[in-house]
């Protein structure tokens, strides 16, 4: 349903903070009518979806297994490693790609295709993929700057885009990589492997 409840970034207050959520994938049936349940029988949680989308759902259980975990905001380490777990228990239950942030660090966890790239001096042109368009960031930036972006699929064609692996979490601040967790075996999908799965499950591309 298009509706402003429905619409990402979905935010909720976590240890006096504010977070932020987007989720890319779409989350199975049984995950979706256990949420339900849980709903049903007031035992979800804090945390309830405003809205009716399986995004919502799964960042409110999110929060939900943070705030039972943790009585307090434990530290950035502790809470890396609690979220990469969850995040991909998630994706054992769906398609999930998922990008947080309290405003100070984001976590950007890929189920299938996600992609980075950080942006500094010296600053370049930088040629959209998609459209026959081109920006030199050295006219619009400082040298002191840096920024990280992440995405589906590469936005530019002359940029070194890095892929994240399948099951891949990381958390980026102020444009660098602060904690990074890998599976054993790192896995990538081919862009068009990961547009297929996407439009299997019905998930935007």
Same mark, same amino acid.
């Given at each position: 349903?298009?509706?402003?409840?429905?619409?990402?970034?979905?935010?909720?207050?976590? =240890?006096?903070?504010? =977070?932020?959520?987007?989720?890319?994938?779409?989350?199975?049936?049984?995950?979706?009518?256990?949420?339900?349940?849980?709903?049903?029988?007031?035992?979800?949680?804090?945390?309830?979806?405003?809205?009716?989308?399986?995004?919502?759902?799964?960042?409110?259980?999110?929060?939900?297994?943070?705030?039972?975990?943790?009585?307090?905001?434990?530290? %950035?380490?502790?809470?890396?490693?609690?979220?990469?777990?969850?995040?991909?228990?998630?994706?054992?239950?769906?398609?999930?790609?998922?990008?947080?942030?309290?405003?100070? =660090?984001?976590?950007?966890?890929?189920?299938?295709?996600?992609?980075?790239?950080?942006?500094?001096?010296?600053?370049?042109?930088?040629?959209?993929?998609?459209?026959?368009?081109?920006?030199?960031?050295?006219?619009?930036?400082?040298?002191?700057?840096?920024?990280?972006?992440?995405?589906?699929?590469?936005?530019?064609?002359?940029?070194? =885009?890095?892929?994240?692996?399948?099951?891949?979490?990381?958390?980026?601040? %102020?444009?660098?990589?602060?904690?990074? %967790?890998?599976?054993?075996?790192?896995?990538?999908?081919?862009?068009?492997?990961?547009?297929?799965?996407?439009?299997?499950?019905?998930?935007?591309?």
């Amino acid at each position: 349903q298009n509706c402003l409840a429905n619409t990402h970034p979905f935010v909720r207050e976590v =240890w006096g903070e504010q =977070w932020v959520f987007a989720h890319n994938g779409q989350m199975n049936k049984a995950f979706i009518e256990r949420c339900q349940r849980l709903q049903d029988n007031g035992n979800a949680g804090h945390c309830q979806p405003v809205g009716s989308t399986d995004s919502e759902m799964a960042f409110c259980y999110l929060i939900n297994r943070l705030k039972s975990t943790f009585k307090s905001r434990p530290d %950035d380490k502790t809470l890396f490693n609690f979220l990469t777990t969850q995040c991909r228990y998630l994706s054992a239950n769906g398609l999930f790609n998922c990008l947080i942030s309290n405003g100070r =660090w984001q976590l950007a966890y890929a189920g299938s295709l996600l992609f980075y790239l950080t942006r500094q001096a010296p600053f370049g042109e930088a040629k959209l993929a998609d459209d026959d368009l081109a920006i030199n960031f050295g006219d619009v930036t400082t040298d002191t700057d840096k920024v990280t972006i992440l995405v589906t699929v590469p936005l530019t064609e002359n940029e070194k =885009w890095q892929q994240i692996a399948v099951n891949e979490c990381l958390i980026f601040q %102020d444009g660098e990589i602060l904690f990074k %967790d890998s599976p054993s075996q790192r896995k990538f999908l081919t862009i068009e492997e990961g547009i297929a799965i996407a439009r299997s499950v019905g998930a935007s591309v």
